[in-house]
């Protein structure tokens, strides 16, 4: 179930994503073209980008989507890995956790403000509330990872 959530958030990104490349492609068009510039373009566009990043992220982190450096595992023993890759997903976990924490407090006080964007006076409590809630989602993806790197793999207690 966890996981059906996670890959449709990311469709949900894609689907932003579509919908950019044809918000740029009208802008374009509009601007170049027929001279008549499109002038919430560049809005919607951010707001477009704050979707498509923070619907995708927990999807990404779940999957391994992420760039990862093995620095120390060379050097250190498989027990000392473990534990050092469930204290890294912890505090991460902690982390985002705090990120969430923030970002609904501030989608709350943007909302009783009635903070918009300048020109198509779009609210922006919404797109802070999803910043919110996927943070707490990729929290959640970090604490399954940290739970996960504690408990020994099924092929290390296959060998023993």
Not at 96 to 103: E, N, S
Not at 111 to 121: F, I, S, V
Request: glycine share 6%; proline share 4%; net charge positive.
């Amino acid at each position: 179930m966890f996981d059906r959530i996670l890959r449709s958030l990311a469709l949900g990104a894609g689907v932003v994503l579509l919908g950019l490349l044809g918000l740029v492609l009208f802008d374009v068009v509009m601007r170049y073209a027929l001279r008549l510039p499109f002038l919430g373009a560049y809005e919607m566009s951010e707001l477009a980008m704050v979707l498509i990043v923070f619907l995708a992220l927990p999807y990404c982190a779940a999957t391994g989507g992420h760039v990862a450096v093995d620095v120390l595992a060379p050097v250190l023993d498989r027990p000392g890995l473990r534990w050092l890759n469930a204290f890294i997903h912890f505090a991460g976990a902690a982390l985002m956790a705090v990120i969430a924490w923030q970002a609904t407090l501030y989608a709350i006080v943007s909302a009783q403000r009635g903070e918009a964007t300048n020109m198509l006076k779009i609210a922006k409590f919404p797109f802070e509330l999803v910043t919110a809630a996927c943070a707490a989602m990729f929290a959640l993806v970090l604490l399954v990872q940290a739970w996960k790197a504690l408990r020994p793999s099924q092929q290390a207690e296959a060998r023993e």
